[in-house]
């Protein structure tokens, strides 16, 4: 069965520092993997996907992360973090059959 | 594009009583929709696939009789909680499927059961 596990509950940055979100995954085949940001009380909206290809995937807001197949890993980073990015951030695997992980809440320090 | 909106967007009614709750994909078709439920502070877990025409697959442990969803057409899947109890109260979260591997989300409803 396909899983997610983000390993960091919540994490604190100071504005500027590198950002970067962990998230391991378990899936029989070749991923769908995704991060989304959700801020308190909404939706979610998608950062990024990988589906094939390049293994280092660039998305939206300044946020790149990396499929690593023999650490079944898709880490999210960010080389400067503003204060705007504190969120909820959640990790998914599949495709009609979305999983998510538990999230990771990143605070932002001024 | 790629557009998802949910009504309403927050919701407050009494125990026993049943509530519906719409999702919409505002600019394309939707074959597929799913809903979601995220508890305070926690993910989300996904309820039922929702396909257009036919019956909804409801996850393992969720209740289709209490959670009832149509899918009418290609751009609205409505979920209806009946007999609300307090222990519904949650924030539901559809999402439609447009091809391409990826769902779309709403924002998100919030139902408090008193």
């Known amino acids: 069965a396909q899983s997610v596990t983000q390993p960091d509950i919540h994490i604190t940055v100071s504005e500027g520092a590198s950002l970067e979100l962990r998230c391991n995954y378990s899936?029989?085949?070749?991923?769908?993997l995704f991060w989304y940001v959700q801020s308190p009380g909404q939706g979610l909206q998608l950062l990024l996907k990988?589906?094939?290809?390049?293994?280092l995937v660039q998305g939206i807001k300044g946020f790149e992360a990396e499929f690593k197949r023999s650490q079944s890993s898709f880490n999210l980073r960010k080389p400067s973090v503003h204060w705007s990015d504190a969120a909820e951030y959640f990790c998914?695997?599949?495709?009609?059959?979305?999983?998510f992980g538990a999230g990771t809440r990143l605070t932002v320090k001024p | 594009g790629a557009v998802v909106s949910q009504h309403p967007s927050w919701v407050i009614c009494k125990s026993g009583t049943s509530v519906k709750i719409e999702c919409r994909s505002l600019?394309?078709?939707?074959?597929?929709m799913f809903w979601y439920r995220q508890f305070p502070k926690q993910s989300l877990m996904l309820m039922a696939t929702?396909?257009?025409?036919?019956?909804?697959?409801?996850e393992q442990g969720v209740e289709k009789d209490k959670f009832l969803i149509n899918h009418a057409s290609l751009t609205l899947s409505t979920l209806t909680v009946t007999s609300a109890h307090p222990e519904d109260s949650s924030f539901y979260i559809c999402?439609?499927?447009?091809?391409?591997?990826?769902?779309?989300f709403g924002p998100g409803t919030r139902l408090t059961v008193t």
């Open positions: 600019d394309f078709q939707a074959t597929t």
């Open positions: 998914a695997v599949g495709n009609n059959d979305m999983r």
């Open positions: 990988y589906f094939s290809g390049d293994t």
């Open positions: 899936y029989g085949a070749t991923p769908y």
């Open positions: 929702s396909n257009e025409g036919s019956k909804a697959t409801y």
């Open positions: 999402s439609a499927y447009r091809g391409s591997y990826e769902q779309y």
